[in-house]
């Protein structure tokens, strides 16, 4: 669950102890920067779009949409960071959004762009292949979205986008031109995976359904862009009984096979994450009926078969080394940490709990997200978003992890991080 929600309630009791984010790094932005004032965009900002009433149902929405450049960026370019604040100063929801700087050599500084979008944003943000087109996930079930430009300035396409969904994620298409939004509702309720189409100006269009499913409430790429994974319930004509499907993406999608990550049905997976070979997949579930567990499937061709169940407290994210020998999850909702695991040889028990990070720049305060760098010289980079900071977290080639600098913002509802993404 996103005790995200609850962070004014750990920010007004740090101010009452004293113990707010003195940790940082001035040089990083550290204390005694307030979150500047959020503006509107120096451009105008276009208006929420209502979705078209034409979408395309459950059919051939794979169909690519005219293909515009979407060439990554030079492995060693900076980067652009963005962050949510979800709170104004009385603590009330609000759609603030913040730029910062990520430099070749993984400094990170705050300057003073700032946006805002229609909604607060929590969930994480999905960016197109060159970095110049972001989308999040709003609290109201829509999706914002904005472009930067070749000079780093950025524009808000749709503060607000009404689709035909409810937006839960949204996962970039490999192509860019395209991105998949799941709505984790039930099937009566309209639950999930829609299609939206990305403009070469970063104006979305919706294609509607593509697939129903009951309560699917992640979904991930294999690496190959052909086949992906999805959690949740039922979907595609599965049995009621498994929850994990691997689905073959073609126009439209098909079921491969599906599998029980989990012993019981009262899963709510939060994150999904698979390693880099697309043999092993680790599925968190944060959910309120269970939770607190960590499922390890691999991926066997055209199977999926459980292997592990971790007990673990309150695992927000999970996150794949792109060195494929670790994994990274986030414990947030008061038991904040940072759980490392380890590959191992052994078919029927892949993964082993290696404990929690050791922390060289104070013990986390509710992570949540977490965007990963996965090419160039920051390759293995891991931003995190807390509640009144952004640490970066480094995955080493031997399956270790370094806590590498943490830049804090100082006490206040408006300077809470709800998501964070970077430019891949």
């Known amino acids: 669950m996103s005790i995200r929600l609850l962070a004014p309630l750990l920010v007004g009791s740090l101010a009452a102890l004293g113990c707010g984010s003195s940790e940082g790094d001035p040089a990083n932005g550290g204390p005694g920067d307030a979150a500047p004032d959020v503006a509107a965009p120096d451009v105008a900002e276009e208006v929420a779009s209502e979705a078209s009433t034409d979408a395309v149902v459950d059919g051939g929405a794979t169909d690519a949409p005219a293909a515009c450049p979407r060439t990554p960026s030079p492995e060693g370019a900076a980067r652009k960071v963005v962050v949510s604040h979800p709170f ?41 292949p060159d970095g110049k087109i972001g989308l999040v996930p709003e609290d109201d079930g829509t999706l914002g979205v904005f472009r930067f430009d070749d000079a780093g300035e950025v524009t808000v396409v749709h503060a607000a986008f009404k689709g035909s969904f409810y937006a839960s994620r949204v996962v970039m298409h490999p192509d860019g031109q395209r991105a998949i939004v799941v709505d984790s509702n039930t099937v009566e309720n309209g639950g999930g995976l829609y299609v939206v189409d990305i403009g070469c100006d970063g104006a979305l269009t919706d294609r509607g359904k593509l697939v129903t499913a009951k309560s699917w409430q992640v979904f991930a790429w294999l690496t190959s862009g052909a086949r992906a994974i999805a959690t949740g319930g039922p979907g595609l004509g599965s049995p009621d009984t498994v929850d994990t499907h691997l689905l073959d993406w073609k126009a439209p999608p098909s ?77 947030s909702d008061g038991k904040d940490g940072y759980t490392l695991f380890k590959t191992q040889a052994s078919p029927t028990a892949p993964f082993v709990n290696a404990g929690k990070l050791a922390y060289v720049h104070g013990k986390p305060q509710l992570p949540y997200v977490a965007a990963l760098i996965a090419r160039g010289p920051l390759k293995g980079r891991v931003l995190i978003g807390e509640n009144l900071a952004v640490r970066q977290l480094q995955f080493r080639t031997d399956a270790t992890v370094a806590d590498v600098s943490k830049l804090a913002y100082p006490d206040g509802y408006v300077n809470i991080v709800g998501t964070v993404g970077v430019q891949p």
């Open 88 to 128: 104004d100063a009385s603590a009330k929801k609000t759609g603030a959004m913040e730029v910062l700087d990520l430099a070749p050599d993984g400094t990170l500084t705050r300057g003073s762009k700032t946006f805002a979008l229609g909604a607060a944003a929590f969930e994480p943000m999905a960016f197109t």
């Open 255 to 331: 079921l491969v096979a599906s599998t029980a990550a989990f012993p019981d049905r009262e899963a709510i997976p939060s994150s999904i994450a698979i390693m880099p070979d697309d043999k092993l997949a680790l599925v968190a579930d944060n959910g309120i009926l269970v939770g607190n567990r960590v499922a390890v499937v691999s991926i066997e061709g055209d199977k999926l078969v459980p292997r592990q169940v971790f007990t673990l407290d309150n695992p927000a994210t999970v996150v794949a080394s792109p060195y494929g020998n670790a994994a990274l999850v986030l414990n």
